[in-house]
């Protein structure tokens, strides 16, 4: 799809505020700060905030969206929303010198499509009943390995065609492949979670089935990925966290080869928050280790709660970071996660989704997880995410940001 001249100029115009940014000194002294964190010599507590209900937060139009090209599109609403969030709340973000523009990459996934009934509590959240296509062992046919192939000309393609939309005003990086290890995610929207709990009571053996099959897919994924050399090692991010280390990734866009050994992936299993460690133990911890070492560092978990099972999480090859959710006990955490591992706390996002914001209950449940890991000498970050509502009033970001800085710069 050809870009007219409007679309273009847009792109040049929002490409030249994003780098404003971006080649701000201030990003340099950031990058330090994750590295010191990644290295386990946390300076101070590091903090992130990310996955906002975006509906919400355009009150002036500068979220707006002008161009039709797919590819393009997604660049320009990537540079946008990094401009809004580096804008009102930029913690500790860190803006990369150049544009990034993705790769022709395919992935045939496991061969099932989702089907489900979407109902839509508001504009950014909504429930999912998902209908249940692995009934039966036989079933497990439906699950097949994951074909991935790149476009190496349409790749040329669109880095050209970036290289000289954005001549003169910024450098044009191709972003690659990544790898989300979170296998029960995907098996829950096949079967459904109600499904999935009966079955890990009356018939076991046939969910084991399932998860070999899916993480096969993965792994020849993730095998095809490498052969390909087109996995993402210069992604600064991985599931929200900045990934910045003297290992893998020293600066910006010094990345290695990109093959997955030099790069990061992220798993979780976030419905067992519901069951007992010990299915934990038997049901995620031998497959998620299979696919996590193939990767150089990796972040495990999201919204499950860990704190009670986080001795059989640390297992985990080449584990880095581990999410600690609103529904872990911080102190307990704190105590057990150790100081080669990052706690990666997750502040809950209700309180900016409250009638009123508290501000003094902000400051202090932060305070409190700053707290737990200054008493277990604990390498920390805080992010706040998967934030649903800020009941369209975009300031509250701003106010929790300034409260979280504030908490951390007393470290």
């Known amino acids: 799809m050809a870009l ?55 009150n002036e139009g500068e979220l707006d969206l002008f161009v039709e090209d797919p590819v393009f599109r997604r660049v320009e609403r990537y540079l946008k929303r990094e401009i809004y969030k580096y804008k009102h709340f930029p913690v500790d973000m860190v803006l990369d010198p150049f544009i990034r523009v993705p790769k022709a990459i395919d992935n045939t996934g496991f061969g099932i499509k989702v089907e489900e009934e979407t109902l839509y509590a508001s504009g950014n959240v909504s429930s999912h009943v ?69 079955d890990l009571v009356d018939e076991p053996d046939k969910l084991h089935l399932f998860m070999e099959r899916m993480t096969t897919s993965v792994i020849k994924g993730i095998e095809q990925t490498n052969r390909l050399k087109i996995y993402d090692t210069n992604a600064n991010t991985c599931h929200c966290s900045y990934v910045y280390t003297d290992e893998l990734l020293p600066d910006s866009g010094m990345g290695k080869e990109s093959i997955t050994q030099n790069g990061w ?50 297992t985990i090859p080449n584990l880095m ?52 890991a200054r008493k277990n000498n604990v390498n920390l970050e805080m992010i706040l995410k998967d934030i649903s509502t800020v009941k369209c009033q975009p300031e509250r970001l701003t106010r929790w940001a300034d409260i979280a800085m504030d908490v951390v710069n007393n470290y």
């Open 4 to 58: 007219t001249e409007k679309e273009i100029s847009v792109l040049q115009e929002t490409a030249k505020k994003y780098m404003e940014y971006a080649n701000l000194p201030v990003q340099k002294e950031k990058i330090e700060l994750w590295k010191a964190l990644n290295r386990g010599k946390m300076q101070r507590p590091m903090v992130v905030m990310d996955q906002f209900p975006w509906n919400e937060l355009n």
């Open 130 to 198: 998902f209908k249940n296509q692995l009934e039966t062992k036989e079933d497990a046919e439906k699950i097949k390995d994951m074909i991935i192939t790149h476009d190496e000309k349409e790749t040329e393609r669109r880095f050209e065609t970036a290289s000289e939309i954005f001549k003169g005003i910024a450098p044009v990086m191709m972003e690659g492949r990544t790898c989300h290890l979170g296998v029960w995610d995907n098996l829950t929207q096949f079967m459904g979670v109600e499904n999935i709990y009966f």
């Open 265 to 314: 992936a992220f798993g979780l299993a976030q419905l067992f928050s519901s069951v007992s460690p010990a299915v934990t133990e038997e049901f995620e911890i031998p497959y998620v280790t299979r696919m996590a070492k193939y990767f150089g560092m990796i972040y495990y978990g999201c919204c499950d709660r860990l704190d009670d099972r986080l001795e059989m999480v640390l």
């Open 321 to 372: 970071k581990v999410s600690c959710s609103p529904w872990s006990d911080r102190d307990a955490f704190a105590e057990k996660i150790g100081k080669k591992v990052v706690m990666s706390n997750k502040p809950t996002p209700a309180f900016v989704a409250t009638t009123t914001m508290d501000e003094e209950e902000i400051r202090k449940d932060l305070q409190w997880t700053v707290d737990a």
